[in-house]
């Protein structure tokens, strides 16, 4: 999985209009008000429905009615790799799907229609973009040991590049 | 009411190109940057068009801005914040408001009927900045020198 920061809010800018009507720095306020544009790339379709759940946010995610699936592009979950028994049915399964959808395909059944026996384990790539408060819910919820492991590394790469990116904002957050 | 500009998305008709491009493409985001980049506003303002023709609005989500408002009256800000749901104000004293809102809700705010002046307040605002001219004229019809 590859996640990249694309734009975020500058809090300078922010912080000189909170300055210059006399209100202190005050994580609560700019919680709403700063945003983050994230690319998140080869996570599964797994990961992204449990992400949408998450509503307050702007989701595009590649289309699977227009690109074509390849059997490489699958997520697999550590448990299945290290399993040889569960591994060797995974990949069975997998093959076995890939050839249908590639013969249907190049029978002329759209895509669109085809996809509809492709795994949740297919990579996809997505852009999100939400406010700082979304964000630290989407964090508190899927950093929390009950998530899966894949959106957990997620939301932890997620929190990595925020916090990097607006410092103050996260350390007065964290503080609370 | 003053409108002023904080803060806006880097190259608003770029990002919601890439966000557009994103739905359509199996390439790499630095593949997708490079195509757009290459292609130039020519081609991000085909993709603009394309997407509200399409209503296909989402994609201008990924635009975002934050406004300063002053001798903004509680009514007015009430008004906007109860009919457009995905705006985000917070009051910073008496009649000053600090609203945070995407290129999509500005859009459905100059189509209503009642809050077309907040969004033409908001677009000369961001054409005096040299915010967004593309988007601004392709959205609205509105040229950023139309004097």
Not at chain 2, 34 to 46: C, T
Not at chain 2, 83 to 106: C, E, K
Request: with cysteine; net charge neutral; hydrophobic share 40%.
């Amino acid at each position: 999985m590859r996640v990249k920061l694309l734009y975020n809010t500058d809090i300078g800018s922010v912080r000189r209009v909170l300055t210059n009507n006399g209100v202190a720095f005050d994580a609560d306020v700019l919680l709403d008000h700063v945003v983050y544009m994230f690319e998140i790339e080869d996570c599964s379709r797994v990961t992204t429905h449990q992400l949408i759940r998450h509503r307050v946010v702007s989701y595009d995610q590649e289309s699977q009615r227009f690109s074509a699936a390849t059997r490489e592009g699958v997520v697999t979950p550590p448990s299945v790799s290290s399993n040889e028994v569960a591994y060797k049915a995974y990949d069975e399964a997998l093959k076995s799907v890939y050839s249908a959808y590639e013969k249907m395909v190049a029978a002329g059944v759209p895509k669109e229609d085809a996809r509809y026996i492709l795994p949740s384990a297919i990579k996809t790539k997505l852009v999100m973009t939400l406010s700082a408060r979304s964000l630290m819910h989407m964090i508190w919820q899927r950093t929390a040991l009950q998530a899966q492991w894949e959106i957990r590394e997620l939301a932890t790469t997620l929190h990595g590049l925020a916090k990097e990116a607006t410092p103050e904002l996260w350390t007065k957050i964290l503080e609370r | 009411m003053r409108v002023s500009l904080v803060w806006s998305s880097p190259s608003p008709e770029r990002t919601i190109a890439v966000a557009m491009r994103r739905c359509f493409s199996t390439k790499t985001i630095e593949e997708i940057e490079s195509e757009l980049e290459q292609k130039g506003p020519d081609y991000w303002k085909y993709l603009l068009t394309k997407a509200l023709q399409d209503k296909s609005l989402d994609v201008l989500e990924h635009y975002t801005l934050t406004l300063l408002l002053e001798e903004a009256h509680d009514p007015d800000v009430g008004r906007i914040a109860r009919g457009f749901p995905y705006l985000r104000v917070t009051r910073l004293g008496h009649d000053v408001w600090l609203l945070s809102l995407n290129a999509r809700t500005l859009v459905e705010i100059w189509r209503s009927t009642e809050e077309k002046g907040f969004a033409e307040q908001v677009v000369s605002e961001l054409n005096a900045k040299g915010v967004g001219s593309l988007f601004n004229e392709v959205a609205f019809g509105v040229r950023a020198n139309a004097g």
